[in-house]
C-alpha cells in the first residue's frame, strides 16, 4: 500500500460503523434492496480496527466477512433492524460512520403468505422507512458523525445538502456514476467533506486505501475541534 497507517492513531477509541443494503420483504419469497455490496464499510471497520479501534460493525445482508479480533459484527435486515441496532450502539461512541445504503422505502403491507401471480399488473404501495443518519444526527452529544452520500449528478451539491440537514461533522461523497467508484467494485474515489466545507479528494484508489484516507481525515478534523 502506498499509503502508511499511522500506527494505533484509533487506539482506545470507539467507532459504529454500519455497512451494505438493508433488505425490505413483500412476502416469504420477495424482498427489495439495493447495490450495496458492503465493501467500503467493511474496508472501514478493518482499518479502524488495525489503528487500533474498538469497533462495533452493524451490517446488512453482504458476502463480505471480517474476522478481526477487535470487530463486533451485528447482522441486520432491515433499515428498521438497522435503526435499532445504531441506537442501541450509539450513546458510549467516539466516531460513527454511514456506510450503509438504507432502503429509503419498503412495502406498505408484507403478505404472510407468497403472493401468487395473476393476469395484469402487480402495484405495491411502498412507504417511507426512518432517517437513521438525520435521527443520530439530532441527538448526539460527543460523537464524531460522519454519513456517506451516494449521488449520479450534482454529488457535492446534493452532499452538502445532507451534511447539513443530517447534522453530521462531515460527509463522504461519491459519485457513484464515476469509473472505479460506487458499488461493487474493489476501488472508490471520494470527496470528503466536513463542516467547515473544507474539501479533500482522494482520487481513485483500493477501497481499504480511500477508508485508510477517510480515517485520517476524521483523526486530523476531531483534533481540530
Ligand atoms: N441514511 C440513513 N437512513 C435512511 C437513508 C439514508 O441513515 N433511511 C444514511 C445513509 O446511510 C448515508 C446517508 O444517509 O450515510 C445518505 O444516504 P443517501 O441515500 O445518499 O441519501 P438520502 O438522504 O437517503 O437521500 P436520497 O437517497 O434521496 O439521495
Ligand atoms: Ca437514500
Excluded: C
Excluded at 460523537?143 to 460527509?171: C, R, S, W
Excluded at 467533506?193 to 481525515?217: C, G, P, T, W, Y
Amino acid at each position: 500500500e502506498s499509503h502508511q497507517l499511522k500506527e494505533q492513531m484509533l487506539a482506545g477509541k470507539k467507532v459504529l460503523i454500519s455497512a451494505g443494503p438493508t433488505r425490505e420483504k413483500v412476502d416469504p419469497v420477495r424482498f427489495f434492496t439495493n447495490r450495496s455490496s458492503g465493501k467500503m464499510g467493511y474496508a472501514l471497520a478493518e482499518v479502524a480496527a488495525e489503528l487500533g479501534a474498538e469497533v462495533t460493525l452493524v451490517s446488512g445482508p453482504v458476502s463480505e466477512r471480517i474476522s478481526h479480533p477487535k470487530v463486533k459484527r451485528v447482522s441486520v435486515l432491515t433499515a428498521e433492524d438497522m435503526y435499532k441496532a445504531m441506537h442501541a450502539h450509539f450513546a458510549d461512541q467516539d466516531i460513527v460512520i454511514k456506510a450503509a445504503a438504507v432502503a429509503d422505502y419498503r412495502p406498505k403491507l408484507v403478505h404472510e403468505q407468497k403472493v401468487k401471480k395473476q393476469d395484469g399488473n402487480w402495484q405495491i404501495e411502498m412507504e417511507r422507512t426512518k432517517d437513521i443518519l438525520k435521527s443520530l444526527g439530532e441527538m448526539k452529544t460527543n460523537q464524531f458523525l460522519v454519513g456517506f452520500a451516494a449521488e449520479t449528478n450534482n454529488p457535492l451539491e446534493y452532499g452538502e445538502k445532507k451534511l447539513l440537514q443530517k447534522h453530521l461533522d462531515a460527509i463522504v461523497v461519491n459519485d457513484v456514476s464515476a469509473e472505479g467508484a460506487g458499488f461493487e467494485g474493489d476501488t472508490n474515489m471520494v470527496t470528503y467533506l466536513n463542516k467547515a466545507m473544507h474539501q479533500d479528494e482522494v482520487s481513485i484508489a483500493s477501497k481499504r486505501e480511500v477508508a485508510a484516507r477517510i480515517l485520517e481525515f476524521i483523526d486530523r478534523d476531531m483534533k481540530d475541534e
